[in-house]
């Protein structure tokens, strides 16, 4: 836990809720927005990525088809400076192999992964499968499960007796001989399964009033029965073979190469499918989470090793809070609440500050939460990205440092944004873990930079958090007005397909401008929807609206749900920016039902 010292903060989210208070705060839930609207958009926010309108390759990268809709190429790999162009392949290569692991923190090691950490987040190994590029997307290798009677020991002694030279004079024909011949495909870990309470017709779809809402929201409940995932019986018999963590029970998948579950977006997916009235499905996609809780004390970012030092935003308490909603089951909530309190240790004890807030008329330390993984290494499932991006840096120490920050984004969930740059223009400058996400100013909320002792004060979605999450006095109704000016000066709200990011123009980056994400648009709708002002109620239905005609449009043309959208675009449009190419996220229709 760090100690720091800051200036100001309101009193209006110092506030600790008892669970005997847990029945009135659900009956204080604001339920006005109409149902058309407010299934709907759940559903596009559940929905996951594919291989529908996305280009077909094979995992090494070689075309199969093209069935990508006219939407334009999205820029790939757009981290990697043009300066680095320059870099033969040998340099590069020298580059990834340089030591990053001695003296370091890993992303798992012997204590979490003792039996598959010398593969998947350390070693010459992946060096060598990220310095020749074996695949165009660096999460392929770390995804992929040893061979049966294989282990990681085994695997490195192979390795290190067949290429006793330096990573340069490998070649990248035999660095595939040798993972074809040790390693399984990715994917094949997991099998396809039925969704016990899954029906074609439900309740609340039928009651979608206007028919091309109806005729969308049908199809994207279909979708359901593609993304439902079980774990094979070896995952948990032999776990050391797979960079996969084991559940008990079947989920749903955000899709793409995604190939496991993910944290925070496991919200959105157990809301819609509370809204498809799956609730048997959801209730499964809670106890998993609460299994890994138990297991490891937190919810890692998603459900791979190479997670394991790195979370994201802390929804679990909210799933099991919309699930009660809709089931009332009382006896759920008595047994996640231990569960509940066990995450909070874990953000409390390694995710938080003490800052001292100092004024005229006020002296006192409040305790605060950060996205701060411990981890100092290129991200296993972004290796070659990470080292390439570091490049510049010149002594180890710097290098540690951006990869802690590098990877405390990737815990936020935006990665990567200029939120989190100090110029706000270039990924160089990221210092995540120097920011603390707070409300430093009673007219918005802002996040306070550690360094500089200040507040950013420029648009981003997650200025109207506190809003969603109700943490403000609720007879202050003025002040979700004040927050919501805010951002209407901020342009945020003029355009035509959504909410963006941020209003940050030269990044570059997939969580900033033109680019909008389901669960921030959400986030915002519902937060204006719950306050008690008339007129933002009906400025979140307007929102809800321009963000489904936006998911319903790009629908119709490409025949799937996408992770983000440029919402200068009134026809919907595909984003670009980001580390992979723009994914078919089908579990994106949740945000719509």
């Not at 496991?260 to 809301?271: G, N, R, S, T």
């Not at 006192?364 to 950060?370: C, D, K, N, P, S």
Request: charge should be negative; glycine fraction near 6%.
């Amino acid at each position: 836990m760090r100690q720091r010292r800051a200036r100001t903060l309101p009193d209006y989210c110092r506030k600790t809720v008892k669970a005997e208070n847990f029945s009135s705060i659900l009956e204080k839930r604001i339920n006005g927005a109409p149902a058309d609207l407010h299934v709907l958009l759940l559903l596009t926010t559940t929905v996951i990525p594919g291989t529908v309108g996305r280009p077909q390759k094979d995992p090494r990268g070689n075309d199969i088809i093209d069935e990508r809709a006219d939407f334009g190429t999205p820029e790939h790999d757009n981290r990697v400076h043009t300066e680095l162009t320059e870099l033969t392949n040998r340099d590069i290569a020298r580059l990834i192999g340089a030591d990053y692991f001695n003296g370091s923190v890993l992303p798992c090691d012997n204590e979490t992964a003792p039996g598959q950490w010398m593969v998947y987040c350390s070693g010459r190994l992946l060096q060598t499968v990220m310095a020749v590029k074996l695949y165009p997307d660096s999460k392929t290798f770390v995804d992929q499960p040893m061979k049966v009677n294989q282990t990681g020991e085994l695997i490195m002694d192979h390795f290190e007796r067949r290429f006793p030279v330096p990573i340069e004079e490998i070649s990248k024909k035999d660095v595939a001989e040798f993972v074809d011949e040790f390693f399984d495909k990715e994917g094949n870990e997991l099998d396809v399964c039925n969704l016990p309470d899954w029906k074609p017709i439900t309740e609340k779809l039928t009651q979608i009033q206007d028919d091309h809402y109806q005729a969308f929201a049908q199809r994207l409940h279909f979708i359901w029965i593609q993304l439902c995932r079980q774990m094979k019986p070896e995952v948990k018999e032999d776990p050391s073979r797979f960079s996969l963590i084991y559940v008990p029970h079947q989920f749903i998948l955000p899709g793409g190469r995604f190939r496991e579950f993910y944290y925070w977006d496991a919200y959105w997916i157990v809301k819609g499918l509370i809204a498809s009235e799956l609730y048997s499905t959801a209730r499964m996609m809670i106890l998993n989470f609460a299994h890994i809780i138990e297991t490891y004390g937190f919810v890692p970012n998603g459900g791979r090793v190479y997670y394991l030092r790195r979370s994201q935003p802390p929804f679990f308490a909210p799933m099991v809070y919309e699930y009660y909603l809709a089931t009332q089951d009382v006896q759920l909530v008595i047994d996640m609440i231990p569960v509940i309190e066990k995450e909070y240790v874990f953000w409390s004890q390694r995710r938080s500050v003490n800052i001292t807030l100092e004024s005229q008329d006020l002296n006192e330390t409040v305790h605060m939460f950060q996205y701060h993984t411990e981890a100092e290494t290129p991200r296993p499932e972004s290796f070659r990205e990470d080292v390439l991006s570091a490049e510049h840096f010149t002594t180890k120490s710097r290098k540690r440092q951006f990869f802690k920050d590098i990877g405390s984004a990737a815990e936020s969930g935006w990665d990567f944004s200029s939120r989190w740059f100090e110029d706000h223009k270039n990924l160089s400058t990221i210092e995540t873990t120097n920011i603390v996400p707070v409300d430093l100013n009673a007219k918005g909320w802002y996040d306070y930079n550690l360094r500089t002792g200040a507040h950013n004060t420029d648009f981003f979605p997650s200025n109207a958090a506190p809003l969603f999450a109700q943490c403000y006095d609720p007879l202050n109704s003025q002040l979700a007005v004040d927050v919501y000016n805010q951002m209407e000066a901020s342009g945020a709200f003029g355009m035509s397909g959504g909410i963006p990011t941020s209003m940050h123009k030269e990044t570059q980056q997939q969580w900033d401008y033109p680019n909008g994400w389901s669960p921030l648009n959400h986030m915002i709708i519902e937060g204006l929807r719950k306050s008690i002002n008339p007129t933002l109620q009906q400025k979140a239905f307007v929102l809800a609206e321009k963000w489904l005609e936006t998911n319903m449009q790009t629908f119709n043309v490409s025949n799937a749900m996408w992770e983000k959208y440029n919402v200068q675009e009134p026809q919907g449009k595909l984003a670009t920016g980001g580390e992979y190419e723009v994914q078919n996220f089908k579990h994106r229709k949740s945000h719509f039902f």
